[in-house]
């Protein structure tokens, strides 16, 4: 009997623990997450001594390392914005060149049916121009 009561208490207990699989990654994980933890702390020290050594040096050497930084960004920045104008214009000569060869460009419809839009509006306009200068002269003789 004592051995009937033993084997479910053992199945229960395979059932309950890990597999070797699950274990293993938890094994890697735990590792390779102190390694960079470790590594993390090392860097932080490293960078805090840094600091600390290299302050002095940028205290006395602020009033030219200040506006030299201002004028870098500065160039870096009119670079960045003059490039982007470049990209701008260029991907807007090519849209307009394939919709003006009929390449039907993305956005294409939306403008061909604000085209048309403004069109009927116009004609609309120009009707009404035409109804009211005449009721004027209508009026004015």
């Not at 033993?6 to 102190?34: C, D, H, M």
């Not at 030219?64 to 000569?93: K, N, W, Y």
């Amino acid at each position: 009997m004592s051995s009937d009561q033993s084997k479910p208490a053992t199945q229960a207990l395979y059932e309950i623990a890990p597999s070797t699989r699950q274990t293993v990654k938890f094994l890697t994980a735990t590792t390779i997450g102190a390694t960079l933890l470790f590594l993390s702390a090392l860097t932080l020290t490293g960078t805090v001594l840094a600091l600390i050594l290299v302050t002095p040096v940028l205290v006395l050497f602020s009033p030219i390392l200040v506006p030299a930084g201002i004028v870098l960004f500065l160039a870096f920045a009119g670079f960045c914005f003059s490039g982007g104008c470049g990209v701008a214009a260029i991907t807007s000569l090519s849209w307009i060149y394939s919709y003006v060869t009929g390449k039907h460009p993305p956005g294409a419809d939306q403008l061909d049916y604000a085209r048309m839009m403004i069109a009927g509006t116009a004609k609309d306009m120009t009707e009404r121009a035409k109804e009211y200068g005449q009721s004027v002269q209508h009026r004015g003789m």
